[in-house]
């Protein structure tokens, strides 16, 4: 069983910065798919960035890119996400996830490929 534990979220205004952690036991982490979506009210949920391996590439959405970034701490068993410039759009509750191997962007890219969730974290940007 895998359990994954966000934090970082909270209140900020536009143009500023959060980093959110996902750590993550019970699997072996440098193997996992790390992937982060968000969902925002009376939206689907969608894909942020993820990661394939430790030292895999990484994929990120057009929408968040340049601004996001994703990292991993094998380490410490964890993920991050870098948020920059941030936009009141960008307003949403985050999860992390965790899959198998996951070695092309589009599996990467879909949550459908993902065994485990997180709680979610909510992220709030002001205008």
């Known amino acids: 069983q895998v359990q994954l534990v966000e934090s970082g979220g909270g209140l900020v205004q536009a143009g500023g910065s959060l980093r959110l952690s996902c750590a993550t036991s019970g699997r072996t982490f440098s193997t996992q798919t790390m992937g982060w979506f968000r969902q925002a009210p009376g939206k689907e949920r969608e894909f942020v960035a993820a990661s394939s391996w430790s030292a895999g590439p990484t994929y990120v959405a057009p929408s968040v890119k340049g601004r996001f970034t994703l990292s991993r701490d094998n380490a410490k068993n964890t993920v991050y996400l870098q948020m920059n410039s941030l936009k009141p759009e960008d307003t949403a509750v985050y999860s992390c996830?965790?899959?198998?191997?996951?070695?092309?962007?589009?599996?990467?890219?879909?949550?459908?490929?993902?065994?485990?969730w997180g709680q979610g974290t909510q992220v709030t940007v002001s205008s």
């Open positions: 996830a965790a899959g198998g191997l996951l070695v092309t962007s589009a599996r990467a890219m879909d949550q459908r490929n993902y065994d485990y």
